[in-house]
Nanobody, 124 residues
Framework: QVQLVESGGGLVQAGGSLRLSCAASGRTFSSVAMGWFRQAPGKEREFVAGISWSGGFTYYPDSVKGRFTISRDNAKNTVYLQMNSLKPEDTAVYYC?????????????????WGQGTQVTVSS
């Protein structure tokens, strides 16, 4: 079992920055691939960033590439999402997810554990 708790969401103006954190507990965090997803009202949950267990591999969709950065600190059992140059269309609930014994994937069905989500609102 992996328990995930996100924090760091809030209200920010367009062009601003936020850093989300996801604290993990339970099984060995360092062996787990992690992802960040987001879900806006009326839309499906979409992948925004992923990181391998070692942190050596990261992946982003074109919609956030160059603006978002995922990182992890295995000593602190925490994964981060640094979001810069935020746009109103980035407004959503952001979730972190864990995929034990697996590689990074964009498919939300492949992640076994999810946090409760944190709201990010970007005003224009």
């Amino acid at each position: 079992q992996v328990q995930l708790v996100e924090s760091g969401g809030g209200l920010v103006q367009a062009g601003g920055s936020l850093r989300l954190s996801c604290a993990a507990s339970g099984r060995t965090f360092s062996s787990v691939a992690m992802g960040w997803f987001r879900q806006a009202p009326g839309k499906e949950r979409e992948f925004v960033a992923g990181i391998s267990w070692s942190g050596g591999f990261t992946y982003y969709p074109d919609s956030v590439k160059g603006r978002f950065t995922i990182s992890r600190d295995n000593a602190k059992n925490t994964v981060y999402l640094q979001m810069n140059s935020l746009k109103p269309e980035d407004t959503a609930v952001y979730y972190c997810a864990a995929r034990p014994q697996g590689w990074v994937t964009t498919d939300r069905r492949e992640y076994d554990y999810w946090g409760q989500g944190t709201q990010v609102t970007v005003s224009s």
